[in-house]
Each structure stands twice: as C-alpha cells, then as structure tokens.
C-alpha cells in the first residue's frame, strides 16, 4: 500500500514539475508576443505621427493656396 502511495505522490510531483515547465514556456512565449506588440505600438505611433504631419501640411498649403487665388481675383 505504502509503495502505491509512494507510485501516486510521484505521478502527481510529475504531473506538476510538466505544468511549471508548460508556465515557464508560456511566460517565454508572452514575454516574445509582449515586446512584438511594443514594437508594433511604436511603429503605429510613428506612422501615425508621419501622417498627422503630412495632412497639416497639406491643410497649411490648401489654405494658402486657396488665400493666393483670393489675392489674385
């Protein structure tokens, strides 16, 4: 009986050493998937700056041509 006890607890500190080594692999592969969506953060955060800055420009020319047609009307 004692022997069956002693193959149980064993089967469990397997059972449990296999979930800490799935933790582990799945704290590696959030660690991987957290600095990927940084990175695409910075780089939507970029884009979106680059273009915020190139439709005020747009906007500034639109206006000022639209005051030089005014002047020369």
Do not use: P, T
């Not at 009986?1 to 959030?30: C, T, Y």
Request: proline residues 0%.
């Amino acid at each position: 009986m004692e022997a069956d006890m002693n193959h149980q607890l064993r089967l469990k500190e397997l059972a449990v050493e296999e979930e800490r080594a799935r933790v582990q692999s799945l704290e590696k592969q959030i660690d991987v998937l957290k600095r990927c969506l940084e990175e695409k953060l910075e780089s939507a955060v970029q884009s979106k700056s680059f273009f915020k800055e190139q439709w005020a420009r747009a906007v500034r020319e639109l206006h000022l041509m639209k005051l030089a047609g005014r002047r020369q009307s």
